[in-house]
């Protein structure tokens, strides 16, 4: 396993918020006014439109709606909600992925934050394929917030982080994540292995359930590099269940108590995107009372 040293703090210096307007945006947009605040970063806000290569008669005018979506983002970026928040406004024309990916590299994004609970335009893309595509491949953390994601820390102050993983190199890209979170928050930092069972090491014998679970928490427990100066002791959990469970138990543990989820995106290989929707990742995102933070596995910092 590889050897993780105590992390530096996180430093967000730029955030970029993806909207579609919708009503649902509005929590993530909270998320990332709280962040900005707290890290004095440059909040970049960003609409996309679609192409539009043709336009029947009954459609409405593409110049009509650059205009509106002009308005509307100007409306947004000029309440009161960024007072005291430096930002940017943008509008991208093109596939909302592709562009919000690119505006990560042009802007030296550190982290993107996106509502997924929207039924309608980009909000109903990111409940899709479209969501994973970015989790797992921008070059940055991504926190979403789902459709069921309504706890936040009080005044953006987290309380309780929970770290889940499977204790392969790809997860614990997230995990110096973790760490700062609950170092600068002063959070409670839960570090949850969900499994399958058995655990995949040749000296855990099936029938000996509880060496297993001492096991796994030792394995958590050495995640820990010297160094790191959290507020509260963390808890170590283990949890077993078929693949297909494994979502579904990261996600009844979050609902006990946290603010934030924090865990790896793996990568899809290009040759099997016709999956994308069924990962662990992207389940715990869209079912989640909590928001979520994704890292993406080739992330380095």
């Not at 040293?5 to 709280?34: C, E, M, W, Y």
């Not at 499994?195 to 958590?220: C, H, I, T, V, Y």
């Amino acid at each position: 396993m590889s050897t993780i040293t105590a992390p530096p703090r996180v430093k967000l210096r730029n955030i970029l918020f993806a909207t579609d307007f919708s009503p649902s945006a509005q929590t993530g947009l909270s998320h990332a006014i709280d962040l900005a605040h707290r890290y004095g970063a440059v909040l970049y806000t960003a609409h996309v439109l679609p192409h539009m290569p043709f336009v029947e008669a009954a459609q409405p005018d593409p110049e009509q709606i650059r205009l509106l979506a002009d308005q509307r983002l100007h409306d947004l970026t000029h309440s009161a909600s960024f007072k005291d928040v430096e930002h940017r406004e943008m509008i991208v024309q093109g596939e909302a992925a592709e562009v919000l990916l690119n505006l990560v590299l042009e802007h030296a994004i550190d982290l993107i934050v996106i509502g997924t609970g929207g039924r309608k335009g980009l909000g109903k893309l990111l409940l899709g394929s479209v969501a994973e595509e970015i989790f797992r491949n921008a070059e940055c953390p991504v926190l979403t917030t789902g459709p069921h994601a309504t706890r936040w820390g009080i005044e953006g102050n987290l309380q309780h982080i929970l770290f889940a993983t499977d204790l392969e190199p790809e997860s614990l890209h997230a995990l110096p994540y973790a760490l700062s979170f609950a170092e600068e928050h002063r959070a409670r930092l839960t570090l949850l292995y969900a499994s399958q069972f058995p655990l995949n090491l040749p000296e855990f014998r099936p029938e000996d359930p509880k060496e297993m679970s001492a096991r796994g928490r030792d394995r958590l427990r050495a995640l820990i590099p010297e160094g790191t100066q959290l507020w509260h002791e963390p808890e170590y959990l283990v949890q077993f269940g078929a693949p297909s469970e494994i979502a579904d138990i990261i996600v009844k543990i979050a609902a006990q108590s946290a603010d934030m989820i924090v865990l790896g995106a793996k990568r899809k290989h290009p040759t099997v995107t016709k999956h994308l929707g069924t990962g662990v990742a992207y389940k715990v995102a869209c079912e989640a009372l909590c928001p979520v933070l994704s890292v993406g596995a080739l992330h380095q910092d």
